[in-house]
């Protein structure tokens, strides 16, 4: 059973859980994730809008799917090998994987939603800061990770629950940032496959807990794998 409250899947009271994360703290970065945040806010500003978002979910996506790699990748070693593989290897594996997939499913709806949102609204995309760097900071953060995931997987996991917890905040303090989301209506086609939300303000409010669940999935595992309680 898990020590932790999910909301994803879940009708919540959005302004409610809101405020419990902004009540809380985000979680201590690594000296890798603190040079990100800092080269994001020297390219893109430390304004919370929504471009920058944009990029932030684009590299969102990178660890799922070096897990999700790195663990079929595992799979081959095993089953290609001289030794039968037990069940319980290809049961750890599949988890990896199964974490991997509907996490990234899920930042990947976030990126498509704010890349709609900004084409509704006109906003020019530079291809130096929106084509060329998002590749660049995407590429170099996938390797990081699956580089991490080989040589040790509980590395991965918890810069991911602090990359995530930073995310959580981030989100948050940007519906502290524009009150005036809260009259700003929304709306794209790619609600298909997201939570129905009515204003930018609760837009924001759902990806930050969503965002909050991937922290604590991978906190969880983090101590799953090690058998160590996380620290902050």
Known sequence: MSKFEYTIGKEVNLKEEWKKTLQGKELHSNFILRFMYLAMDIIYGKGREIDKFLVIEILARYPYWAWETGSYLRLTRQ??????????????????IDIARKSQDNEQWHMCILEDLMRQRGMKRNFLMHFILPRFLAFGYYFLTRIM?????????????RFESHAEWEYAKAVEDHPQ???????????????????????????????????????????????REFKP
């Open 79 to 96: 089953y290609a090998g001289p030794e039968y593989t037990k069940k319980s290897n290809f049961e750890d594996a599949w988890h990896h």
């Open 181 to 227: 989301w809260e009259e700003e209506e929304i709306d794209t086609e790619y609600f298909e496959y997201y939570p129905n939300v009515k204003t930018l303000a609760d837009l924001f409010r759902r990806i930050s807990l969503d965002e909050r669940d991937h922290k604590f999935e991978s906190w969880e595992e983090y101590e799953r794998i090690t058998g």
């Open 149 to 161: 995931y080989r040589i040790q997987p509980s590395w991965s996991f918890d810069m991911n629950t």
